[in-house]
């Protein structure tokens, strides 16, 4: 049925607007029997006029605002659910860390798909090396220093991003401020960027096949965590908001597209 309104939306409009600028169908189909000799052509090239404005003018713009004003409620009822889902996180970290100024950021890292590298790669039949870009979404982090931040993924593993992308575990690191600089494998930009961390959490996001296609990751620059001691809230938590956000707003999890 959708598919036979779009066919509709786009059928009217071009077939009257062509037969209101050019008569030579009707006189084919005059000369061919099909309409009579005394058929009025200009006055059915006004009425197709008439059709097109109409159907251009009321038709198709009364369908964009509906479909603009359907994208605002659906945008409200996810700032809505983020809210919602960031207040829970929030109150569940501070009961954790029982520190009811608690602060963190949570980021979701995608595929990051190169289409040119992917084309050389089809050709030549030579794997490329796959990453995962970070995609900062508010109300849950700030688009700062860490907007564009990625990490390799295969084959060479980078950040804890890469150990849970291969481990398909949740992975975690409270003494950052020690390990980061030399047990991750990260480049100077990578760590120019998580340099303020104190902690980071990361659990992989499983598909319909089990398999690992995007990652979301907690941290914090200001609020201490003890992972270590709390091992199994953290896991429920941490899982729980993953598997809410993975099914009530999958749209978040999209891989990149990068044309070069």
Known sequence: MR?????IDIVVPAVS????????????????????????ILLFQRIC??????????????????QINKRERHQKEIAGLFNVIKQFAQSNFASIS???????????????????????AFVTRKNVDKWFV????????????????????????????GKAY????????????????TEYSLDKSQISRTSKLLWSICVPIFDENNK?????????DSSPLDIDGNKEEIRKLTNTLAIMMRDSVPE???REWRIA
């Open 252 to 254: 978040l999890f999209k």
């Open 212 to 220: 690992v296609f995007a990652v979301m990751a907690f941290d914090s």
């Open 49 to 66: 006029l008439i059709i097109s404005i109409l159907f251009t003018t009321f038709v198709l713009n009364i369908k964009i605002i509906y």
């Open 98 to 120: 029982k520190n009811n100024n608690f602060s963190f950021d949570l980021r979701i890292f995608v595929p990051e798909v190169n289409v040119y590298k992917s084309i050389i």
């Open 166 to 181: 291969n481990s398909g575990y949740i992975v975690y690191d409270d003494t950052l401020t020690l390990t980061n600089n």
């Open 3 to 7: 598919i036979l309104c779009y066919i």
């Open 17 to 40: 607007t062509f037969l209101a600028s050019d008569d030579a169908f009707i006189k084919w189909l005059i000369n061919k029997g099909f309409l009579a000799k005394a058929f009025n």
């Open 134 to 161: 970070i995609r900062n979404i508010e109300p849950f982090a700030r688009k700062d220093i860490t907007e564009h931040l990625r990490f390799r993924v295969e084959p060479d593993i980078q950040g804890l991003v």
